[in-house]
Nanobody, 126 residues
Framework: EVQLQASGGGLVQAGGSLRLSCAAS????????IGWFRQAPGKEREGVSC????????YYADSVKGRFTISSDNAKNTVYLQMNSLKPEDTAVYYC???????????????????WGQGTQVTVSS
């Protein structure tokens, strides 16, 4: 059974940090890239970041560049999203998703991702 378990969300003040984790199981981790997406109430889903498990290539949305860092621990089949300098506009439910590495890491094409996790809430207070 394919599973993507997102965790690490919470409530933090503006300027603070959180680290999200996405634990994957049920598929060959090295054959997939893992992306992070977020959705705030009343807004469309937004791609945040992506990492290719095969070569470590990383991609970021402009809104998080310089503040968020994505990394992968292939031995643990886990991808992390370190979020620093958080802003109230980062408040959203964050989801991780998996896409075959042959498709690349298109953070603006969430519909191409095969598997999705359940989401973890991130709330940044001002």
């Amino acid at each position: 059974e394919v599973q993507l378990q997102a965790s690490g969300g919470g409530l933090v003040q503006a300027g603070g940090s959180l680290r999200l984790s996405c634990a994957a199981s049920g598929f060959t981790f090295d054959d997939y890239a893992i992306g992070w997406f977020r959705q705030a109430p009343g807004k469309e889903r937004e791609g945040v970041s992506c990492i290719s498990s095969s070569d470590g290539s990383t991609y970021y949305a402009d809104s998080v560049k310089g503040r968020f860092t994505i990394s992968s621990d292939n031995a643990k089949n886990t991808v992390y999203l370190q979020m620093n300098s958080l802003k109230p506009e980062d408040t959203a439910v964050y989801y991780c998703a998996a896409i075959p590495t042959t498709t690349g890491c298109p953070i603006d094409e969430g519909a191409l991702y095969d598997y999705w996790g359940q989401g973890t809430q991130v709330t940044v207070s001002s």
